[in-house]
């Protein structure tokens, strides 16, 4: 079992940066692929990012790809979500979410192949 917690959301302006992160407590965090999420007023919960367990693969969504970036650390236990040229469109509830490892060091973008989630963290632009 892993509890995941997020932080570093905040509000900033559009064009701003910020650096979400997961911290996970209970196993060891190198044993689980992990993946971003967010959730818009009204939205669905959509893929945002995703990285293997290894750190060796990554994958995003479109509507990120080249402005956002995950990254792990497994001697914090904590994987990173690094925002940059920020939109209003990106405002959400950002969660965390964790699937254990297993012979393949896969990256996951669907909801349903995660089994941990945290508790999310809000990230608002301005325009």
């Known amino acids: 079992q892993v509890q995941l917690v997020e932080s570093g959301g905040g509000l900033v302006q559009a064009g701003g940066s910020l650096r979400l992160s997961c911290g996970s407590s209970?196993?060891?965090?190198?044993?689980?692929?992990v993946g971003w999420f967010r959730q818009g007023p009204g939205m669905e919960r959509d893929f945002v990012a995703a990285?293997?367990?290894?750190?060796?693969?990554?994958y995003y969504a479109d509507s990120v790809k080249g402005r956002f970036t995950i990254s792990r650390d497994n001697t914090k236990n904590t994987v990173y979500l690094q925002m940059n040229s920020l939109k209003p469109e990106d405002t959400a509830v950002y969660y965390c979410?964790?699937?254990?490892?297993?012979?393949?060091?896969?990256?996951?973008?669907?909801?349903?192949?995660?089994?941990?989630w945290g508790q999310g963290t809000q990230v608002t632009v301005s325009s």
């Open positions: 979410a964790a699937r254990p490892r297993d012979s393949n060091d896969y990256v996951y973008v669907a909801r349903t192949a995660y089994n941990y």
């Open positions: 990285v293997s367990w290894s750190g060796g693969k990554t």
């Open positions: 209970g196993r060891t965090f190198s044993d689980y692929a």
